[in-house]
């Protein structure tokens, strides 16, 4: 019967789960066993795990992921890099925008089309309507988490054992960008099935372009909301903000997307098929190459005095680094070996970049008082 089927179903998802905690035992057992010792098994506060949040502006960067400037400087963008690309890297989860369009045109899957007759449901239909849903609901939740302490649900993370603990709630926008993905792959299929009209491709182009052209409105009105919250985090005021020399790339690809889109919704060929393709991988592309600053390969040849001269002593020893919370030009973090520049050094250290050391080390380093290091 078809309840039968689905128990097993459910049967052999609940089986994958197990035999994939069973094959990571070998890392989770550890990791359960050394976290008891770790500063967060001492306690965490809500403002410290959901302070890193997406935040007014920051929603901003599934369309213009060059809008606070990058990693690195580049003809996308015509403002010096952002001062703090870590700001970035924790939050942006660009997915494209032509991408979003599609998602947009997917989710009229949410709603199942008629069936062909009574006696015989459309099962494709109701199986389309279901993994859409699912998909929505992963995006909707993941996007709350992500926006932590912006809004009441970010109590109800924090209350979860374990889970609520960990720091940067931001990060759960990843699985968001996956199920956007996801959603755009199903507006494909969407506009290749017959009888797909272009009403809601006209309308998919349209909220794409209204998005993108209206962002200095959007933007203002985001930073009225965040207030001084956003713009408090980073070292320099106001650089969390939108800069409208950095949207023309992503308006032109708006453009772009929104032509396509229409003529995808009329009739969706080979050829136009492989130019969507194409503009997607250039544009998501085009954000990888530039997310990852990079140093010259001779730097990682220089051997600063200070390091020269704790290769020669042969006795046993650990070091220890202090930094704040301001952006260390590369050539000082080498020659103080900061974050983790021991490592091709091969001096060991205590600190590194490391959110499960133990918290007897965070005690001597910088008191009970830290929460974390």
Do not use: H
């Not at 980073?234 to 453009?255: F, K």
């Not at 530039?290 to 220089?302: C, I, S, V």
């Amino acid at each position: 019967s078809r309840q039968l089927r689905e128990l097993w179903a459910l049967v052999y998802l609940g089986g994958a789960y197990l035999a994939g905690y069973g094959l990571a035992a070998i890392q989770l057992a550890p990791w359960i066993e050394f976290a008891r010792f770790s500063p967060r098994a001492a306690g965490a506060s809500y403002e410290f795990v959901a302070r890193e949040a997406l935040r007014g502006p920051d929603w901003l960067l599934f369309v213009f992921p060059y809008g606070f400037g990058g990693a690195r400087e580049s003809w996308l963008q015509t403002l010096p890099a952002s001062p703090l690309p870590i700001y970035v890297w924790e939050r942006l989860a660009y997915v494209g925008i032509l991408p979003l369009g599609l998602a947009l045109v997917g989710l009229a899957d949410l709603r199942r089309e008629p069936a062909m007759t009574q006696a015989a449901p459309d099962a494709d239909s109701r199986f389309r309507q279901d993994r859409c849903w699912a998909l929505v609901i992963v995006a909707v939740l993941c996007g709350l988490i992500a926006a932590g302490s912006s809004t009441p649900f970010g109590q109800l993370v924090y209350a979860l054992p374990v889970v609520g603990k960990l720091r940067a709630y931001a990060r759960a926008i990843a699985p968001a960008a996956f199920a956007l993905v996801a959603l755009a792959a199903f507006g494909v299929e969407r506009l290749r099935r017959a009888g797909a009209t272009t009403r809601r491709a006209a309308l998919a182009a349209a909220a794409l372009l209204l998005t993108v052209g209206l962002t200095p409105l959007w933007e203002a009105a985001a930073g009225y909301l965040a207030g001084d919250a956003a713009r408090g985090i980073a070292a320099e005021p106001g650089w969390t903000t939108i800069r409208v020399e950095n949207m023309r790339v992503p308006m032109l690809l708006a453009v772009a997307s929104a032509t396509l889109l229409v003529m995808a919704a009329r009739r969706l060929t080979r050829p136009l098929l492989i130019v969507m393709i194409g503009l997607v991988a250039a544009d998501v592309i085009a954000v990888a190459a530039l997310f990852n600053p990079t140093m010259p390969p001779d730097d990682f040849g220089r051997v600063p005095p200070g390091v020269a001269l704790l290769q020669r002593d042969r006795e046993p020893y650990r070091t220890v680094s202090f930094i704040t919370n301001e952006v260390l030009p590369p050539r000082v973090a080498q020659s103080q070996l900061a974050v983790s520049w021991s490592i091709p050094y091969r001096i060991d250290a205590i600190n590194g970049f490391n959110s499960l050391q133990p918290r007897r080390y965070t005690d001597v380093l910088f008191g009970p008082d830290v929460e974390d290091v």
